[in-house]
């Protein structure tokens, strides 16, 4: 009786653990931001009109001759884009880019951030982390985060505004990384820009997770091929796989997505020491951790991927020693000025200028 007693108040009290890390995940999403970007940009889409806010270091309403790059930095899941701002910004500083420079840095809001702020009917905000896939926003309108960047990117296509920019940098760490590689597949205004000559860079900084274009994932003993663990039939699923993917991709063919990206200037930056299984913001989903197990080697397992479906990859990795997940630390580290700015140089990729 007295073991069936403990048994029961044991069970009571893991499921009363349970239930309590329930509530505080709940707790900590809804957790308004600090800050809302003082500035804005609309995003027209089908008939609908949103507003997204952003920093943005320069009045780019009027010309801006001097400005031959920009710089987007897209932030993590915090939504805290007052401190990716702030990070950008040290980069410019430290690589002495600032009167050529202009420094862009979205915010994809939640519904808790509009309610607490009080903002505008027609500010888009997301369900929690779905902008990092590309989802389309819960309210005012169906319109993608990757809309969000075609906008932006649009707008930077105006030869009028921006008549010697040369090159579009965009930038993101962790849930921002994850943003920056699925639109560096599917994103659509890159090729005005380069119709233009204006040259787009991808740099993806510690993401949790990537797009596979195959059902294969990394096993155990360094190949690739179908995971252990199948998560219910839903592994390859968007946004780790090319099974239903958002509305934005539409009848877009991911063989021909995946041609393109390979030709896309990308170039992934992993921290050495992002290597805990159990961090806090990491993707524990099952299909993230068919990927690997931290955020170092799924980096690396992806990379391995994509030299295998494509030997003459020209897409770059560079480790950044000593680094956790950090991303003021990896954007300002010798590696992160390289492939922001093409400045000094980065310890582990040598001495070819980007």
């Not at 073991?3 to 890390?21: D, E, F, G, M, R």
């Not at 005012?140 to 008549?163: E, G, K, Q, V, Y």
């Not at 510690?206 to 219910?232: A, H, I, M, Q, W």
């Not at 806090?280 to 990927?291: H, I, V």
Request: charged share 20%; net charge neutral; hydrophobic share 40%.
């Amino acid at each position: 009786m007295y073991k069936k007693t403990l048994l029961l108040v044991l069970s009571a009290l893991a499921a009363t653990a349970v239930l309590a890390a329930q509530s505080t995940d709940t707790t900590s999403s809804a957790v308004p931001v600090k800050a809302i970007a003082p500035s804005e940009i609309h995003v027209d889409k089908g008939g609908a009109s949103a507003v997204l806010p952003l920093y943005v270091s320069a009045d780019w309403s009027r010309p801006l001759p001097n400005v031959t790059r920009a710089l987007l930095v897209f932030h993590g899941k915090l939504r805290n884009a007052d401190e990716y701002n702030l990070s950008g910004q040290k980069a410019i500083a430290t690589a002495k880019a600032g009167d050529a420079t202009l420094l862009i840095t979205p915010q994809f809001l939640g519904q808790q951030d509009v309610d607490a702020f009080h903002l505008a009917p027609s500010t888009l905000r997301w369900a929690p982390e779905a902008w990092m896939g590309g989802d389309d926003a819960t309210a005012p309108a169906a319109i993608s985060s990757f809309d969000t960047i075609d906008a932006i990117l649009n707008h930077l296509a105006d030869r009028r505004i921006f008549p010697n920019l040369k090159t579009v940098v965009i930038a993101g760490h962790s849930g921002g990384g994850q943003v920056v590689q699925r639109y560096a597949v599917v994103g659509k205004a890159p090729e005005r820009l380069a119709a233009l000559g204006i040259a787009t860079r991808y740099v993806v900084a510690n993401p949790s997770s990537y797009v596979y274009f195959s059902p294969e994932r990394p096993l155990e003993d360094g190949s690739f091929g179908l995971p252990r663990k199948t998560c219910f039939g839903k592994y390859n699923h968007w946004k780790y796989g090319t099974e239903n993917p958002p509305p934005y991709v539409g009848d877009a063919s991911f063989a021909n997505l995946e041609t393109r990206f390979i030709t896309r200037d990308v170039i992934y930056l992993l921290g050495t020491k992002d290597t805990d299984p159990n961090h806090p913001a990491l993707d524990k989903t099952c299909s993230a951790e068919d990927e690997g197990a931290y955020r170092y080697v799924r980096g690396h397992n992806y990379f391995r991927y994509l030299m295998g479906r494509h030997q003459a990859l020209t897409q770059r990795l560079w480790d950044v020693e000593g680094v956790e997940h950090d991303g003021d630390k990896m954007f300002n580290s010798p590696c992160g000025l390289y492939a922001l700015f093409g400045v000094g140089r980065c310890p582990t990729q040598g001495t070819t200028k980007p």
